[in-house]
Structure formats: C-alpha cells, structure tokens
C-alpha cells in the first residue's frame, strides 16, 4: 500500500512496526502536515488575524491541487513514497516476509505556491515564504 491513510484503523495491520500478515508499505498516518500547514499559511498571508475553512481556492495537501488553482500546497512527496515502495516490492520479490517489513511513515514534504491564484486573491507572497517553495506554479 502507498499513502495509507490509517493502516490500523483499516484493519490492513496490527502497528506501523510490526504490520503481520500480507500487507505492508507506506502510510501517511502520524504526520502532523496541519501544523505545518497552519505554520505556512501565516507566513503566507501575514495580515489575516483569523483563519477559518477555507475553500477554492486554498491550500491542500495533493500536489495535483496547485496545478488546479489552489494558492498552496504542502503534503507528502508522491515520487519518494512511490520509489519507496518499489524499494519494498524489490525486498518482497528477493524473499523479504511482508510481516516483518515496517509500514513507513513520510519523511520527504513538499510545498507548491500557485503565484496566478496569489495575484488573483490580490495576495503578495512574501519572499521568504516563497524560498521555501519546492515549486512555484507562475
């Protein structure tokens, strides 16, 4: 499985450490993406003193989200989860018990701005949110 939700919850395993059974892989469970995400959207937009739900178009955490319009994206990087799980279907493929291999957790994020949705909103991201960027959508 890649980006799980919550494997234990789903019944797919008995802990991230030690999953038992045939199933194995990635989960997205435990990562703390809101705070972060609360941490970026204040550097982002400095002058809101409250933030709220926030709709089309906002921040999310699927990198398929700037490219459709949304202002920001912070979440889990697709391609280090997707080359992480090859590297486990090549130890199940050399003889590596499902039971035994850890469900993993995230360790790589990444976050979009969309400059186009920023100018739209009439929003100037600040520089040094902008550094912070792994890709800027223009």
Same mark, same amino acid.
């Given at each position: 499985?890649?980006?799980?939700?919550?494997?234990?919850?789903?019944?797919?395993?008995?802990s991230?450490?030690?999953?038992?059974?045939?199933?194995?892989?990635?989960?997205? &469970?435990?990562?703390?993406?809101?705070?972060? %995400?609360?941490? *970026?959207? $204040?550097? #982002?937009?400095?002058?809101?003193?409250r933030?709220?739900?926030?709709?089309l178009?906002?921040i999310?955490?699927?990198?398929?989200?700037?490219?459709?319009g949304?202002?920001?994206?912070?979440?889990?990087?697709?391609?280090? &989860?997707?080359?992480?799980?090859?590297?486990? %279907?090549a130890? *199940?493929l $050399?003889? #590596?018990?499902?039971a035994n291999?850890?469900?993993?957790?995230?360790?790589?994020?990444?976050?979009?701005?969309?400059?186009?949705?920023?100018?739209?909103?009439?929003?100037?991201?600040?520089?040094?949110?902008?550094?912070?960027?792994?890709?800027?959508?223009?």
């Amino acid at each position: 499985m890649v980006l799980a939700q919550d494997p234990i919850a789903s019944g797919f395993a008995r802990s991230l450490a030690q999953p038992g059974g045939n199933i194995t892989g990635l989960t997205v &469970q435990g990562t703390d993406m809101q705070g972060k %995400v609360m941490q *970026i959207l $204040r550097e #982002a937009v400095p002058a809101a003193s409250r933030v709220g739900i926030l709709w089309l178009p906002s921040i999310a955490q699927a990198a398929w989200w700037g490219e459709a319009g949304g202002l920001l994206v912070y979440g889990v990087k697709d391609s280090d &989860q997707y080359d992480r799980a090859a590297q486990y %279907v090549a130890k *199940i493929l $050399r003889g #590596a018990k499902t039971a035994n291999l850890p469900i993993q957790q995230p360790t790589r994020f990444e976050l979009q701005i969309n400059l186009k949705t920023a100018q739209a909103l009439k929003l100037t991201i600040p520089k040094t949110v902008i550094l912070q960027a792994d890709k800027i959508l223009e």
